[in-house]
Nanobody, 123 residues
């Protein structure tokens, strides 16, 4: 069983930055596709960024050029660096894992989820 624990959320003004972290434990983390999803109140959960087992990343159009996903396989930690934040980025952000080697923002279907961390961006 893979366990995911997010941290790093908080409140920031528009234009600011936050870095989310997700610590994974339980199984061989390096062989999974990992991703960040978010859900705003009244909206469906959406994929934000995905990184596969080879380190290739893909992003939602709404965050391209502003967010960067990365991972440290030695420490089993997934990151999401969020820059130039906008009020519309306000949401609960979830770390997720898919039990396959390769996936993209369009194909990832998570098998495991973290509990979420809140990001609030004020104008």
């Amino acid at each position: 069983q893979l366990q995911l624990v997010e941290s790093g959320g908080g409140s920031v003004q528009a234009g600011g930055s936050l870095r989310l972290s997700c610590e994974a434990s339980g199984l061989e983390y390096a062989t999974y596709c990992m991703g960040w999803f978010r859900q705003a109140p009244g909206k469906e959960r959406e994929a934000v960024a995905v990184i596969d087992s080879d380190g290739r990343s893909s992003y939602a159009d709404s965050v391209k050029g502003r967010f960067t996903i990365s991972k440290d396989n030695a420490k089993n930690i997934l990151y999401l660096q969020m820059d130039s934040l906008k009020p519309e980025d306000t949401a609960m952000y979830y770390c997720a894992a898919d039990v396959i080697l390769w996936a993209t923002i369009a194909t990832m279907k998570p098998n495991y989820w973290g509990q979420g961390t809140q990001v609030t961006v004020s104008s």
